[in-house]
């Protein structure tokens, strides 16, 4: 690479502005959850030699995040999931004009992601309908936030894909569903993903949902959960790091495990 080239370089110092700016406090939080708590208070900015894993088992136990971490992932892949399948089943005749008004409801989808989450009138919906403090509602309720991304996405993917292709699998008797699952899923199963760990990061992360849609202990996600923690021992930094270490890990995981998929439907390559 040639550095003498001024564009080049003021990529390269931006995109290595862009890294620090995220990856600081992530290498912070994890530094501070292998402190001690006396380590923390006499030298907080320092490395903790020697690390202090114990900090992790404390806020497992002490902050209950077993059952908590399953209901999140029954949560969060649950409406993550219908969420992404509906978000298909509504792309494809937006992108292929196979209903009226194609247009205006594909810009209401856009509109909806600017929109904040209606927590007041899913809360009375919630009320009504039999969906408060229960696990199917809780996930029922956590299907509309990915459907405006995922609708956009895949139906840009879908418009890409030849109609010559539609043709022929009608042709052949295939029908709207078996067509949906066997042909257009595996050609848009990049931004399918992208949309799935979206919804499902939507629900991982979300601490007012749990506040207005949940009651019972036993039903609370790990972000509930955290914050809770987080009520009880607000001077406890160390164990604090070490409880958000934990809850991010699986999302974190996830994400390294999907790179490729990311990179293909950020690339537009099928």
Not at 125 to 132: F, H, K, T, V, W
């Amino acid at each position: 690479m040639k550095f003498s080239n001024p564009l080049r370089v003021r990529r390269l110092a931006s995109g290595l502005l862009i890294a620090l700016i995220f990856l600081v406090p992530i290498v912070y939080v994890i530094m501070i959850s292998l402190e001690s708590p006396s380590q923390f208070a006499a030298h907080p900015m320092q490395p903790p030699l020697p690390p202090h894993i114990g900090n992790f088992g404390s806020a497992w136990r002490q902050g209950d995040l077993g059952p908590e971490i399953i209901n999140t992932i029954i949560y969060a892949v649950g409406g993550a999931g219908i969420s992404t399948g509906l978000s298909l089943l509504i792309a494809f005749p937006i992108a292929r004009r196979l209903i009226r008004w194609s247009s205006p409801l594909f810009q209401w989808f856009v509109i909806g992601l600017a929109l904040p989450i209606p927590y007041i009138p899913l809360f009375i919906e919630a009320r009504d309908l039999g969906l408060y403090n229960n696990r199917i509602g809780y996930i029922l309720l956590h299907v509309e936030p990915g459907l405006p991304l995922g609708v956009i996405l895949l139906s840009a993917f879908v418009s890409s894909i030849p109609r010559e292709l539609d043709e022929a699998a009608w042709l052949d008797g295939a029908s709207y569903p078996r067509y949906i699952v066997s042909f257009v899923a595996p050609l848009a199963w990049p931004s399918i993903v992208i949309t799935f760990l979206y919804s499902l990061l939507f629900v991982w992360n979300d601490i007012i949902g749990p506040v207005v849609f949940l009651a019972s202990p036993s039903l609370f996600p790990v972000a509930r959960g955290v914050y809770s923690f987080y009520s009880s021992n607000e001077s406890a930094y160390t164990l604090l790091a070490a409880a958000v270490m934990i809850v991010s890990a699986p999302v974190a995981i996830l994400f390294a495990a999907s790179q490729k998929q990311l990179l293909r439907a950020t690339m537009g390559i099928r």
